[in-house]
């Protein structure tokens, strides 16, 4: 399924957001007059031909940048399918030591579902590594900004290309998912906190997340954010307290099912490893 959003017609910009059958994982594609920009493109083989077909006319004329949000192997199938591009994602997705698994899982998931993929898997090679907490670039005459953002993993990244304020966030800011907090919740935190910023900072006029549905809707953003923040705070009362109770009560405000039991499961006990590396 594809959504076209074109939220500065003059400028002739188009926005198209690809969902993928899996896990509605997302695939923005931007084409400017300047500039053709791949984001995470996923997952199945057909879809991601999909993709490679919609930008191909383009790629005579303009450079392609494909920009990984971070290193999860739902997100970094299509890499081989664009052997043109400039590469941009974070340093630590760069030196991730846990490549291998990322591609494992990905090996997994294709042999489970029986999907045969008609090219080798392979780990993104990176041409521009983002270091620092917030970096500028300049692709095409559009300003894509790039932040840090870690907590679900280590090396993720908020990009935010303006204008025309469009914010890709990775897997963060689902409205389908519970946070999932695989690398520290301190840290999942700050970039709630951060995104919170970017809202207040940017003209923000369209949120893709990695998984579920984008939204133009301001209120919305802000409300996704605020969820986050309050899943967080609210699991880690409830494992400070050892409530098991509270710690269920936390899984089902969030509105999601049973479906997240394994993930919320996981969350709690990592950020029980959290606090008990903290304590004295
Ligand atoms: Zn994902």
Redesign the pocket.
Known sequence: MMILYSLRPEQQERMSVFTSRA?M?TSTVVITLNLVLVVDPAYFPDEIAEIRQFVESHLEEHQLYLLFT?S?W??IAGFPLFPEAVIVASQAFLDNPDRTQQIDLLRDFDAHNQILRPYPLAYPSVGMAIREEREELSLGGNRLILFQAKGHTEDGLFALLDPPGLFLA??YLSDIEIP?VFHSSAAYERTMLLASAILEEFPVRLLVP??GHPTTDVGEMKRRVESSLRYLRSLREGVRRADEEAIERVLSETGFGSDFETAHRENAQRIEQELRSEAP
């Open positions: 896990f994982t971070h999860d739902d997100h990775g897997d999932y990695g998984h």
